[in-house]
């Protein structure tokens, strides 16, 4: 039977929603409940999703490209090795995990762009798509994750796109300290019924209106 956990509470820290402390151990935890609530509610995500790779895998192709690989980083992709095809449902609730070798080539393309262009690469790391940033996400723009801060600390997490590109995005950074907190905040959409998956489209469908507070005021 399912022994029920209590969700981390998120505080603000440094202006950035934390589920404190983050950390590997925190994150699988969390995806084992991720696990319970898509079971629950029948989603098909084992079948869309490819296994995880081992941590030597993932340690070697960060490297190659010269980012270092965060605890949580790494705990994600031996958890799952992101979506089986770009035609592969969205299991994960508004997030397309990506694989980690189409991560790294889209990041590589963000990061070229950032050197070509002048004004790009401050741009760039202010929307998480420039250098020492690794976007996860199935397409051009989505999740990104910070892979070259210290050891130990856990990492920042930032959602980019188009939409993004304005003034508003700098007041309003759509950043979290720490995958963790992300995993909480989806948690927490599912439970609340901010979203709900439909077994007929096979799609999630959000209800702003019940999605938590933090998740819509840091546009996360």
């Known amino acids: 039977m399912h022994q029920a956990r209590k969700l981390p509470d998120i505080s603000i820290t440094a202006g950035d929603p934390f ?32 296994p995880g790779l081992e941590s030597n895998e993932i340690g070697e192709q960060l490297a190659a490209v010269g980012l270092s690989c965060p605890e949580e ?18 299991v994960l609730p508004g997030f397309h995990l990506a694989p980690l070798q189409l991560s790294i080539n889209n990041s590589k393309e963000f990061w070229r762009v950032s050197q070509e262009f002048e004004g790009w690469a401050s741009l760039g790391s202010m929307y998480g798509a420039g250098l020492g940033w690794l976007t996860i996400t199935v397409g051009s ?56 998956w439909n077994d007929e489209t096979q799609t999630w469908v959000d209800d702003l209106s019940r999605w ?8 996360l």
Not at 22 to 34: H, Q
Not at 73 to 90: I, K, P, T
Not at 144 to 171: K, S, Y
Request: aromatic fraction near 6%; charged fraction near 20%.
């Open 19 to 50: 589920a404190a402390p983050g950390g590997g151990a925190m994150l699988e935890g969390l995806l084992l409940m991720l696990e319970h609530e898509l079971d629950a509610r029948r989603v098909p995500w084992r079948e869309n999703l490819n």
């Open 212 to 219: 938590p507070a933090l998740r819509l005021e840091h546009r």
């Open 73 to 90: 980083l790494e705990v994600l992709y031996r958890w799952r090795n992101g979506a089986v095809s770009d035609q592969s449902h969205v």
């Open 141 to 196: 723009w989505g999740y990104a994750i910070e892979c070259n801060e210290q050891p130990g600390i856990p990492p920042r997490v930032r959602l980019t796109g188009h939409d993004f590109l304005g003034p508003l995005a700098v007041a309003q950074r759509s950043q979290a300290r720490s995958l963790c907190t992300l995993v909480t905040l989806w948690i927490e959409t599912i439970t609340s019924g901010g979203t709900s």
